[in-house]
């Protein structure tokens, strides 16, 4: 829709939209908000505007192309589907075909070097997925930052800050008290360099894994404040920026979904692009068998059998009442109780499987699109669902939100104050499976990214080292 509405062929309907357009710098604790409106102008037709608003404010269609996009092709031909889901097939793989087309257009772009690939002074560890929703790339995110400052090293972040921020949001929460720069804004090397130019950066010879090696004997080092090295955020298709550490993260509920490209399927990129990373993590280990992950763990080692693979998993840690976020409570809290989840996030089931586990007496689930911001009227269809839930079981339930839903507007929930609103708190975790455990995955990462440094800078003082 985006590329139809600004082509020349399209009947010509000026619509100025204002727009915010926002570039986020937020470091140690500070939010460094610089807030500029624009004014874009689009040409659409009356009636095709018209389309756009109400396939936006109702998000009808894009839920039933999740809803396609979901579902394996083997259940899709024994359903009998609607008319309209049956007419929608054909188009979604004719355009799943063109966006293939595309990224391999774009993929050998860079690698003539006809798009510009730029490099950062400090290494970089980029974490992506393959897939949308649900992959553990903003855990994954929060886990290397932690155990880089570990390390005596600090981190810039960088992150687009998509759809509102939330989870640069839940970032910089987490994150305020430590020696962490987060940098958000769809500019990435821009903003790279606005922070390399006020803190300064590390100049590396071999000190990354001596610093981890003596950390974990004799305590941490001081940390500096100058940067040490670059996380990017969903990074597995930002080819603009060259990394020195790939890491893949795979959903183990849903690892390829239905194995079909964007927006027939679920697959940013085809499997092939496995072999671009350098280390692969299994994530919501916790939720699928043995059998399941090695089914997985095959399919990715097919793609590059020298790659090292994890298992993680959100381990949740304790509740926070938005009344009153600054004491935390156990996780029995909810044992025995009616529980009500409510999410805006890409995979809703790895959420409501680890309420489940915590002992409720019954779990329902109200599960909107990934990154939406709640309104009135679902506030309203929120407390329905939990006046019938106090109906059937005689008792008042309890709404569970994830962090990243309270991070993306605080303040809508407290509507529901006749309610207890509790935010479930979690961390990742690397799960010990088959002989491999968190402290393999911290010394593999922290060796390869130690080779790829010396490469480097051996290719630098000495071409033919």
Known sequence: LKWMVVQPWCPRFTFHSRRKTRRRAVDQGRN?????????CIHLSPRFCRLVIVVT??????????QLASTPDDDLTRR????LHRSLLPVLSFVSSLYGFSLSIRRNLYRCGLLRKHSLPVPVVSVGNLTWGGNGKTPMTEFLARLFTDAGISPL?????????DEAAMLHRHLSMFPVKLGIGAKRVAVATHFFERYGYVCYSNILLEKFSSMREHGTYSVKNKIGVTILDDGMQHLCILRDLDIVMVNGMMPWGNGHLLPRGTLREPLEAIQRADVGVIHHADLVSDRELKTIETTMLNMKGTLPIFFSRLAPSCFLDIQNVRSPLPLRMVEKKVVLCVSSIGFPSAFSQAVKKMGPLHVDELDFMDHHFLQQDDIELIRQQLIKLEDKFQMKAVVIVTEKDYDRDPTILR????????VLCSSLEIMPFAGRTQENFEERLMKLLHRKIVDMQCQILNPIC
């Open 32 to 40: 460094c908000a610089h807030r500029r409106p624009t004014t874009g």
């Open 415 to 422: 509507e529901l104050h006749e309610f207890q609103i509790l």
């Open 80 to 83: 009998s589907l609607p008319v």
């Open 57 to 66: 404010m109702r998000g009808g269609l894009r839920r039933l192309l999740f």
């Open 157 to 165: 972040i960088l992150t687009r800050g998509y759809a509102g921020g």
